[in-house]
Structures are given as structure tokens and as C-alpha cells.
């Protein structure tokens, strides 16, 4: 359906045209934006967003992987005990150890611990420090595994032993994760899996569907990049004037009605490698490289991306609910949790704060008229992305909703604050819908649970790159993509 049918220009009109009266066989439809209460924050969202009293990092990491393994191995042996209590094996029946020390060559039993991956490709503090004084060989960072030499190893609070079998190699697993492992020792003292456990999907809060006719829809977008480039005008001034009912036909104002919440996921600002920031540099010295220079830098700052990305978030505010979600360029901290975007970058948009316009952190828990939703700006599934083979992005999430737990991969790989008193990536409850921003394209699926769990994945591409927006029904959870470009626009 192509959105790109504009009503008449005022320019293309008359002056007689426009002081006459409108003729009785002239229809101009209007409509109404569909009126929700404002979507709430969860509960869970305390615990991303750091007060500044609460900012020390002296405290080791390695008590957030022990924080994690004492919330989650309750339910994991659960799972487990549901599944293996009472098997026999060879005629010997399984049980349960309490620790990976208590386990016995010979002894069939299961274990729940933290898989942790010993891979040669994933970058070392040490071999950073080194590399400072020897010239050593580029590793690519798109992957780290290395099926031929990775060790799978579990570990607890009293040791770690070593993962073995066909089994646990052909199973997705990443660093962080908690699960039930059972098997035996080796004579060599690995342990050789025959079968393994993960926590399943938390429980989920039931909701009501509407069985209304007015139907509403959440908007999801990432990956803006506005530079405030020229170039890029006419794609994103689309987006927004259609978000706002501005663009297309009645069909296309209609739907755009019935948008009740705007989400923008990660990496709205354009970073350094803007054509505005590039074109600025080669003329400086030539095009030779600039040295490396730390704190602020009046030349080389460009405020052209924060001017026009506040421009186009307080015409949006206007007309419906927007928040912001931080992204891995954005300008915010680095670590994960990514703290909301400060205000004070969007002077024009922050009139609406409190009211039609919100900055969250990354990731965010949201509750819109019953509909649970998790998102994130994309950098958990891709750190997931370079431990495993497979590419497909939708079952990392589904994994991860199954580990109970959004960012396993942190601390190890991606760069976390050091939470002393809890995890607060752990899943204690599953959403309806659960999205990942700044991905190679669009792709959903729908997950369900053993006990009634029914979640909606999607992968948001970036709007920069694809043009498109995603629209996701409320009620239905179905998702209907809307593509703009130069060559037009359509779903």
C-alpha cells in the first residue's frame, strides 16, 4: 500500500480557491488520535536507572555472576528435578549434587551452575596491555567462537569443571547463562552431558484483550542517526509527519490515528561518522589524521544532529506519546545499563517531559493498557551474536527470555556496571512483547510457554539504513511494517 499519495499542495491552489466556501462533493476526512493512558514505567526499570550516590565501581564483578546463580538456581533445579527425578541410567538412578566439587567419577547425576566459554577470539584485558609493546595479528570482533578449540566449562561458587559430549556442543550457550546439567565424570575428570535444563519462560502477567473495533497500535523505531544533513531530510521528515498523521491519504492519517505510543530504540544521534562531521574533518590539515585529543573540542563538535532531532521530537510530542531509548552511539554512558538520555540535549522537547514526552533507560520495561513490553537498543543479542555460529537473531531473544535473563553475556563481554546487591537483567517476569533495536532487518515470531506464555519477538532494523517503522496491534500483537524511501513509501 503506498502511502506516498499527498493531498493537493496549498501552492497548486488559487487564491479564489482558498476563500471560497468547500463545495458540497468536497470530502475532507478527519480524525481523532486515539486517546490511551499514558504508558507506565515498570517497576523493574528502578533498578536500571543508577542515582549518582549510587555510582562506585570498586566492587569486583564477580559478585554479579554469584548474585545471579543464587536467584536463578532455585528455579533451574526446579525445572530440572520436574524432568530427572527418578531416571535410571544404565540401571543406576540419578540425583541431584549441591556443588560441582560433589561430584563423583562414575556417578550419573546433574549439577546447576554458570556456563562460562573459554574462547581464544574474545578479547583479553592482558593481550590488550601486551599488544601496547609486540605487533600482533588483527582479530576480527565480528565472532568469537572457534568451535574447534572453545572450552564449555560450569561453574559454581566452589569450583568449575569442563563440558564434554555431543550434547552440550550442539546447544546454544553463552557465557552467563544458568543452567542444569546431567552426566557423569570422566575418567579425565570432564563431565559428559546427556541432557540439559534451563530455567523456561518466567511467568507472565495475564491481560485483558479488547474486543473492541478501534484497534491501537505502538509504533517502534531505531537507528534514526539524524545528522541534521540535508541528505537525509526527506526520509526521516516522512517518518515523523506520518507518525503525526501528516502524510498519505485518509487510509494513512486513519492509521496513523491509531498509533498511541512512539518508541524510539537506540542510536537516534548520528556519531562522529556523519557525512556532516566527515566532510568537516577532510578539510582540516589536508585530510590528515588529527591527533588524539581528550575532553571537549569546539571545532570538532557538531550540534547540527542534536538541533534537528529535538526539532522533530517536540513536533512529535505534540501529537503523541514519545520515548527515547538510548543507544551504543548515542550520547549517554557506555556501560549497560545505559542511563536516559539528559534532557537538556533536546531544549525544545523538554517542555513536554511528564507529559507526551519520556527519556528511558536501555533496556526499558513498559506497561501500555495491560500490554507488557521489554526492550532494548540492540547490544545484548549482538554480544550473543559473536558466541554463537547461527545468525538467527530471533532465537537468541527467545534463549534469552529462556535463561530468564536479557543481557547474559554481562559483565563478560558486554560492559555492565558492577551491581553488588542484585542482577537486575534477571527476567522474574516475561513480556507480551519483547523487541531488539538496531538490527540487520525485520523479523518476528511468536513464543509460547508450558504454562500459558504467548510473547511476541521482534528485531527492529535500523530506520537509517531500511526505512522502515514497525506497528504492533495492542491487542492482537501483530506487527505490520511501514517503509519509506526515495523511491516512495508503502507497507
Known amino acids: 500500500m503506498n502511502i506516498m499519495s499527498p493531498v493537493a499542495s496549498s501552492s497548486a491552489l488559487d487564491s479564489d480557491y482558498l476563500l471560497?466556501?468547500?463545495?458540497?462533493?468536497?470530502?475532507?476526512?478527519?480524525?481523532?488520535?486515539?486517546?490511551?493512558?499514558?504508558?507506565?514505567?515498570?517497576?523493574?526499570?528502578?533498578?536500571?536507572?543508577?542515582?549518582?550516590?549510587?555510582?562506585?565501581?570498586?566492587?569486583?564483578?564477580?559478585s554479579l555472576y554469584f548474585l545471579r546463580l543464587t536467584v536463578?538456581?532455585?528455579?533451574?533445579?526446579?525445572?530440572?528435578?520436574?524432568?530427572?527425578?527418578?531416571m535410571s541410567i544404565l540401571s543406576q538412578e540419578v540425583k541431584a549434587v549441591d556443588r560441582v566439587l560433589d561430584v563423583r567419577q562414575g556417578e550419573f547425576c546433574w549439577i546447576v551452575g554458570t556456563i562460562y566459554i573459554e574462547m581464544s577470539l574474545k578479547p583479553n584485558i592482558l593481550d590488550e596491555i601486551t599488544k601496547e609493546f609486540w605487533t600482533t595479528a588483527p582479530i576480527s570482533k565480528d565472532k568469537f567462537v572457534d568451535p574447534q578449540h572453545d572450552a564449555i566449562m560450569?561453574?559454581?561458587?566452589?569450583?568449575?569443571?569442563?563440558?564434554?559430549?555431543?550434547?552440550?556442543?550442539?546447544?546454544?550457550?553463552?557465557?552467563?547463562?544458568?543452567?542444569?546439567?546431567?552426566?557423569?565424570?570422566?575418567?579425565?575428570?570432564?563431565?559428559?552431558?546427556?541432557?540439559?535444563?534451563?530455567?523456561?519462560l518466567a511467568p507472565q502477567v495475564p491481560r485483558e484483550i479488547s474486543t473492541g473495533h478501534e484497534r491501537k497500535y505502538v509504533a517502534l523505531v531505531s537507528g534514526l542517526q539524524v545528522s541534521g544533513d540535508i541528505h537525509e531530510t526527506y526520509e526521516t521528515s516522512m517518518l515523523f509527519e506520518y507518525l503525526m498523521g501528516e502524510l498519505g491519504g485518509s487510509d494513512d492519517s486513519k492509521r496513523a490515528s491509531e498509533i498511541i505510543h512512539?518508541?524510539?530504540?537506540?542510536?537516534?544521534?548520528?556519531?562522529?561518522?556523519?557525512?556532516?562531521?566527515?566532510?568537516?574533518?577532510?578539510?582540516?590539515?589536508?585530510?590528515?589524521?588529527?591527533?588524539?585529543?581528550?575532553?571537549?573540542?569546539?571545532?570538532?563538535?557538531?550540534?547540527?544532529?542534536?538541533?534537528?532531532?529535538?526539532?522533530?521530537?517536540?513536533?512529535?510530542?505534540t501529537s503523541v506519546s514519545v520515548d527515547i531509548m538510548p543507544g551504543e552511539q548515542d550520547p549517554t554512558n557506555y556501560s549497560y545499563p545505559?542511563?536516559?538520555?539528559?534532557?537538556a540535549l533536546v531544549p525544545r522537547t523538554r517542555r513536554f517531559l511528564g507529559s507526551s514526552f519520556r527519556s528511558v533507560s536501555n533496556p526499558c520495561w513498559w506497561d501500555i493498557e495491560g500490554l507488557r513490553i521489554l526492550g532494548t537498543g540492540g547490544q545484548p543479542v549482538d554480544d550473543i551474536f559473536r558466541y554463537i555460529e547461527d545468525d538467527d537473531?530471533?532465537?537468541?531473544?527467545?534463549?534469552?527470555?529462556?535463561?530468564?535473563?536479557?543481557?547474559?553475556?554481562?559483565?563478560?563481554?558486554?560492559?555492565?556496571?558492577?551491581?553488588?546487591?542484585?542482577?537486575?537483567?534477571?527476567?522474574?517476569?516475561?513480556?507480551?512483547?519483547?523487541?531488539?533495536?538496531?538490527?540487520?532487518?525485520?523479523?518476528?515470531?511468536?513464543?509460547?510457554g508450558d504454562n500459558g506464555q504467548r510473547v511476541?519477538?521482534?528485531?527492529?532494523?535500523?530506520?537509517?539504513?531500511?526505512?522502515?517503522?514497525?506497528?504492533?496491534?495492542?491487542?492482537?500483537l501483530a506487527c505490520e511494517v511501514v517503509s519509506f524511501g526515495l523511491n516512495g513509501a508503502g507497507r
Not at 289 to 308: R, W
Open 20 to 62: 471560497s466556501s468547500p463545495k458540497d462533493d468536497e470530502i475532507f476526512p478527519t480524525f481523532e488520535r486515539r486517546v490511551s493512558a499514558r504508558g507506565l514505567i515498570s517497576k523493574y526499570n528502578d533498578e536500571f536507572v543508577l542515582k549518582n550516590t549510587e555510582k562506585a565501581y570498586e566492587q569486583q564483578y564477580a
Open 72 to 86: 536463578l538456581k532455585p528455579r533451574v533445579s526446579k525445572v530440572a528435578a520436574d524432568a530427572w527425578n527418578g
Open 154 to 200: 560450569l561453574e559454581d561458587e566452589s569450583g568449575r569443571v569442563n563440558l564434554v559430549g555431543s550434547t552440550i556442543k550442539s546447544e546454544l550457550l553463552v557465557t552467563g547463562c544458568v543452567v542444569a546439567v546431567l552426566g557423569s565424570e570422566t575418567t579425565s575428570g570432564d563431565f559428559d552431558v546427556v541432557d540439559i535444563r534451563y530455567p523456561e
Open 262 to 317: 512512539v518508541i524510539i530504540a537506540g542510536n537516534s544521534f548520528a556519531n562522529r561518522d556523519s557525512p556532516v562531521s566527515r566532510d568537516e574533518d577532510s578539510q582540516d590539515n589536508n585530510s590528515q589524521k588529527k591527533k588524539k585529543k581528550y575532553g571537549y573540542d569546539s571545532k570538532s563538535y557538531n550540534s547540527k544532529p542534536t538541533e534537528a532531532l529535538d526539532s522533530l521530537l517536540a513536533d512529535l510530542s
Open 338 to 343: 545505559q542511563q536516559p538520555i539528559n534532557p
Open 393 to 448: 537473531r530471533l532465537q537468541m531473544m527467545e534463549y534469552s527470555l529462556r535463561w530468564q535473563h536479557c543481557a547474559p553475556t554481562a559483565p563478560d563481554t558486554l560492559w555492565t556496571y558492577p551491581f553488588r546487591d542484585n542482577d537486575p537483567f534477571i527476567l522474574n517476569e516475561t513480556p507480551h512483547l519483547f523487541f531488539a533495536g538496531n538490527q540487520p532487518e525485520f523479523k518476528t515470531k511468536i513464543v509460547d
Open 456 to 476: 511476541r519477538l521482534v528485531t527492529l532494523p535500523k530506520f537509517s539504513e531500511t526505512g522502515q517503522v514497525v506497528l504492533v496491534d495492542v491487542a492482537t
